[in-house]
């Protein structure tokens, strides 16, 4: 993202730093479970294996200490996801998208979303990508190209539909 006041990183899990896996743990607590009011464990035990972006706004890129996570999503390989209405249940997913409350509107997600999408071309070529979407970002999610598959579904108390991208 040249030219952006926000650096996006792409990082296993053992190479966050105990301030970013918190910020990491805070936002996603902050967003799905305390905004959305859905009590659910958000910390599945399936982070160790998935490759975590993180879009921080910082002056100094060079101290990780010193960033303001401000987006963040994961990768979930294909070992990993599962999509029961796919003819190759084992796709690589996005999961756990989000931009704090204080940033929304200002096109991050699609950024996120675009710089994902492009990980998972790279990492797994001519695989379908996989993303569970609460309904409401359908329309969202199917101007980056994802394809509704089968009928929503209730997820923790929030209404999901499966969608691909070939």
Same mark, same amino acid.
């Given at each position: 993202m040249k030219n952006s006041p926000y650096h996006v990183t792409l990082q296993t899990f053992t190479e966050?730093?105990?301030?970013?896996? %918190?910020q990491i743990l805070q936002a996603r607590c902050q967003v799905f479970i305390i905004e959305q009011q859905c009590i659910y464990q958000d910390i599945d035990g399936i982070d160790p294996q998935c490759l975590h972006i993180s879009m921080v706004s910082s002056a100094d890129t060079s101290d990780t200490n010193n960033h303001n996570l401000v987006?963040?999503?994961? !990768?979930i390989p294909p070992a990993l996801s599962t999509l029961s209405t796919s003819p190759n249940p084992? !796709?690589?997913?996005i999961g756990r998208v989000l931009v704090t409350a204080e940033h929304r509107g200002q096109g991050l997600a699609r950024k996120l979303m675009q710089y994902a999408i492009d990980v998972c071309q790279r %990492?797994?070529?001519n695989q379908p990508i996989y993303i569970s979407a609460q309904t409401y970002l359908t329309d969202f999610y199917q101007s980056l190209g994802f394809v509704v598959? +089968?009928?929503p579904y209730d997820e923790? +108390?929030?209404e999901h539909i499966d969608m691909l991208l070939d």
């Open positions: 966050l730093t105990n301030h970013q896996l %918190l987006a963040y999503c994961r !990768i084992v !796709i690589p997913a %990492l797994y070529p598959q +089968g009928k923790d +108390g929030i």
